[in-house]
């Protein structure tokens, strides 16, 4: 008698449909994990910012005025430019509570300093991740020099608080900016850590200003942890076309100052902290006209047209396909 044998696994056609639907599968959950994991870095980086915000906020409230870009060091009086002015995260190291890092600038006994995850965005992570890495950057305006006053007060926001070669000192607080352009309206913050960008360093002292007109930025360009607007370099108003955020122009000694602007790995733009402590994501689809003004805290009509201190500034705000007169207005970033 003749015993039939019956098979019991895939033929080679179905095997290919199986693998086939498979792939497509993985093909639309790939992307959609990648998606998720971004988006969960770039809370991450919200949360980092956000933290930011609220220590300034506690720090105004201790001393009735903002931190500067350029601070005294804790260790007093005697440790002045010449011997290491600090950035603004050492004075803002007790409202992030790390006392104990803040301690060890104090007393001048500054050991291994440590890194700091806050200050980091997982997005664009650092090439050594145990050194003390910055990816934030604050609002130093157009980082332009009036030869007779130092900074302006209502260019930017954390000004320079040292001084030097002939250069006084500046301060602000959240109600002269509150009066002026308003908090809700005036950056504080800024990732600085694109693909262009060299992440600074917070335990890097801070180096007196050596040129007239123009404060001095780090070598390599654009490391220092502050962000500004490209006529800090020279260039009065961007070329046209210019992309001031995540820009992807090649860093040559010609344009250089571009990596000086915010930039961020996360696609489409960066995360910013505004001075009323609210952080969102900036689109890098925003216009120069209205980054230079979201970047300076006092804008003025004089009658024809919307100005601030700084004439590096009203450049800007006058160029291209800007309105004249023209009053910032909230869609125009959101």
């Not at 201790?62 to 950035?87: E, F, I, L, Y």
């Not at 040129?211 to 046209?240: H, N, Y």
């Amino acid at each position: 008698m003749k015993v039939t044998r019956t098979r019991t696994g895939f033929t080679l056609v179905e095997l290919l449909v199986v693998i086939a639907i498979i792939g497509t599968l993985m093909g639309l959950l790939l992307p959609a994990v990648q998606s998720a994991r971004e988006a969960g870095r770039r809370n991450t980086c919200s949360n980092n910012l956000n933290q930011l915000g609220k220590a300034v906020m506690a720090y105004e409230g201790q001393n009735s005025s903002m931190p500067g870009w350029r601070n005294q060091h804790p260790a007093g009086a005697a440790a002045t430019v010449s011997a290491g002015a600090v950035g603004w995260v050492i004075p803002l190291l007790p409202n992030v509570e790390r006392s104990d890092v803040y301690r060890m600038y104090e007393t001048g006994a500054v050991g291994n300093i440590p890194a700091i995850s806050l200050l980091q965005c997982p997005t664009s992570p650092s090439d050594d991740p145990s050194s003390p890495t910055l990816a934030y950057a604050c609002n130093a305006g157009s980082s332009a020099l009036n030869t007779s006053a130092g900074q302006v007060r209502g260019d930017g926001v954390m000004g320079d608080r040292v001084g030097s070669s002939g250069y006084s000192a500046v301060r602000t607080n959240l109600d002269a900016i509150s009066s002026a352009d308003g908090t809700s309206n005036t950056l504080l913050f800024s990732e600085k850590c694109g693909f262009l960008a060299v992440q600074a360093s917070w335990n890097t002292p801070v180096p007196a200003s050596t040129s007239t007109g123009q404060l001095l930025s780090f070598s390599p360009v654009g490391s220092d942890p502050r962000f500004d607007i490209v006529g800090a370099f020279g260039m009065a108003t961007p070329a046209s076309g210019t992309k001031v955020i995540n820009s992807s122009t090649d860093p040559s000694a010609s344009d250089a100052s571009y990596r000086a602007q915010p930039s961020s790995g996360h696609p489409g733009g960066v995360v910013v902290t505004f001075c009323d402590g609210h952080t969102e994501f900036l689109k890098d689809s925003v216009a120069p006209h209205v980054y230079a003004q979201l970047v300076t805290s006092d804008s003025k009509y004089n009658g024809s047209s919307y100005n601030t201190n700084s004439v590096l500034v009203n450049g800007w705000l006058t160029y291209g396909s800007a309105p004249v007169p023209y009053a910032l207005s909230e869609g125009d970033f959101r």
